[in-house]
């Protein structure tokens, strides 16, 4: 109760801001996301990773002042899991709900522009568990003329989290932290398409559980035809390294296994009229699996679609 009332409160207060008359530029975006994946049980997977397949209706907006200084923006959804009967006990024990509500500043100076900003982001379960992310983002443009520029876009957090890890018997409060960064290049051609290659990096230190350190080459292309966006785009993995950090189990600390994964698709929009857009996004994901020791387990991949509509204010 207690964690869906913070939920709750979070959502009354983005959708509060967002109504604010004095917004000059306002999005609000409805829609559903889907995961599909496959079983394996039958070529050595641990369980059958069909019980993830999750349909996720969500809401999305954004806004900003005519002049462009600032920006906040934020999203909730709710997972639903039709394979549940499939968890043990039919307990579901991943994550079911998400809120988050973020805030950027836009500073322009000669040929930089500086977007620092705050954010939060609570991440809900069916069980005695949650975790809740603290942000900050430290983020930078460098306009080197009218058709290129260098960007890095990210942000690093402190999590407070509560659930059951490596041996414990009851829920726990933990203290986790990391940080997400992409770096590269934003090129436009004269036709108004636009090129995106750069490099992604995330790392994750779950206390008593594990360290995920992820290195990922991007590339998207932007192009506009007619009324419709299309962002062809690849995300193609360098290496996913998971690190045991358990407090109680002094054989597993360290051992590490690389879950790399990989994937490529589409997304964009379709402009409907001057108000309203269709969206979508969809793509396909190889990801390596690997035991606790490093043993070799079935590719865990997924289909990912996703349709919604946006409405302009």
Known sequence: MKQNAYLLALLGASFTLASGAS???TWVEVGTEYDQYFDETESGATYNYERLNAYTPYVRFSHSPTSNQWNIWGRAFTKVYPNKDLFSDGQINAQTDRLELHYTQMIRRGAWRYRPGIGIRYNGYDID???VEYRLYPQVDYFIDQRNQLFMSGHGYIGDSKGKRMSDTSAQHYVDWGYEAEFGLLHRFSDGSAIRPHIYT???SYENNFDIDYWQLRLVYSKKIGRATINPFIRYGLGREITDRSHHD???WGLSRDNNYSRAGVYGNVGISG???VVYETYYQIEDQHGTYGEELPDRDKVFVKLGVQRIF
């Open 23 to 25: 917004f000059a530029r």
């Open 275 to 277: 108000k309203w857009n």
């Open 202 to 204: 995330e790392y994750d």
């Open 129 to 131: 568990r949650y975790e």
């Open 250 to 252: 002094a054989e597993r």
